[in-house]
């Protein structure tokens, strides 16, 4: 990498967030995360893979100006040896990690993903990951019945004892509003965390008010589920790809939501832990079938920040200051 493109990149994570900086300090302990997917044009899951190196690189890149970002999320242990990759990388980095385990509807692969978190326990260790994550939007995707994912929660957590435990949802299926499962409440008693995914876009909601609904839907479970610690475990705006009726991807409206979300979620009176979504963008999820899963990052493929966040000015004084 260039000398040049390394100082651009270096905008990438921290030209977002010392938007805020100058006005705003994070709460102690607060997270401030971005979800990493280290997969650059023509890699993607089960190869060609990243290599240590590159996710290296990658996560000096998201910490290297400071700024306010503390934490980062990944999805997955095995694929790619992504857990060591990512975990080793981190630390280097100074960063915590969320540290996702995948599970799908393959059941078998679901075992030796877990046999593989025990593996990274046992040889690399766990230092630096301040959380587990158990699966992502299983229930939604309609993977795993309930139990069997509560299965895999308190197996993970035999594996990682002191290390909290949670799995990801969008917000509805925390309160109870998908048909197919009613009643949250075995799986909110299975998690430490309640990790929640919250996209605007995908429900269709317009950007003036994307932000406001992100907050109203975490208040919402907030408010239903009193005794647990809420945190978003994605939110975001993709860049390009298909409309969702007033919901549209662009540039502006990407850094519209991501200065307007980070000032509230940092100096409001709600400050929030979060994951945005995402750091870089993916060319290999436009195979997926829509060409706006490959646009979420805040960054382009090629490492080059999309936006110069800093020329926006800082964020205005929290009420009440």
């Given amino acids: 990498m260039t000398f ?4 651009f990149t270096r905008l990438l994570v921290s030209a977002t967030l010392l938007v805020v900086a100058s006005m705003a300090r994070a709460t102690p302990g607060q997270v401030i995360g971005l979800d990493y997917g280290p997969f650059r044009d023509g890699q993607r899951p089960g190869g060609p893979c990243p290599s240590q190196q590159q996710v290296a690189e990658d996560l000096q890149i998201l910490t290297s100006a400071l700024g306010l970002l ?17 975990l080793v990388a981190t630390r280097t980095a100074g960063l915590t990690l969320a540290l996702g385990t995948w599970l799908s509807a393959d059941r078998a692969t679901n075992r030796t993903e877990i046999e593989g978190l025990r593996r990274l326990a046992s040889t690399t260790g766990l230092s630096g990951v301040l959380g587990i994550v158990v699966g992502s939007e299983v229930l939604l995707r309609g993977d795993l019945p309930m139990a069997e994912l509560i299965q895999a929660i308190q197996e993970v957590r035999t594996i990682v004892p002191g290390i909290p ?23 909110i008693e299975a998690v430490d965390v309640i990790a929640v995914n919250v996209h605007p876009y995908w429900e269709g909601v317009c ?9 109203d839907r975490v208040g919402r479970v907030q ?3 009193p005794g647990k610690l809420v945190a978003v475990s994605e939110t975001g705006w993709p860049t390009s790809g298909e409309s969702r009726g007033c919901a549209v991807p662009s540039l502006l409206n990407q850094s ?3 200065v307007e979300f980070v000032c509230r979620a940092i100096t ?3 400050r929030l832990h979060f994951y945005l979504f995402s750091a870089f963008d993916e060319r290999w999820k436009a195979a997926l079938g829509l060409e706006v899963e490959a646009h979420w990052g805040l960054s382009n493929p090629d490492r080059t920040p999309k936006h110069d966040f800093a020329a ?3 964020c205005p004084p929290a009420p009440g200051t």
């Fill in 207 to 215: 950007i003036g008010q994307a932000v406001d609904f992100v907050f």
């Fill in 70 to 86: 503390n934490s980062v999320r990944s999805y997955g242990v095995l694929d790619c040896d992504l857990g060591e990759k990512i």
């Fill in 223 to 225: 408010i239903a589920h």
């Fill in 268 to 270: 409001g009176p709600n």
């Fill in 256 to 258: 519209r939501f991501l």
């Fill in 312 to 314: 926006l000015g800082p």
């Fill in 4 to 7: 040049r493109r390394r100082v």
């Fill in 165 to 187: 435990v949670a799995t990801v949802e969008p917000w509805h299926i925390w309160l109870g509003l998908d048909g197919r499962y009613p009643n949250p409440t075995p799986l």
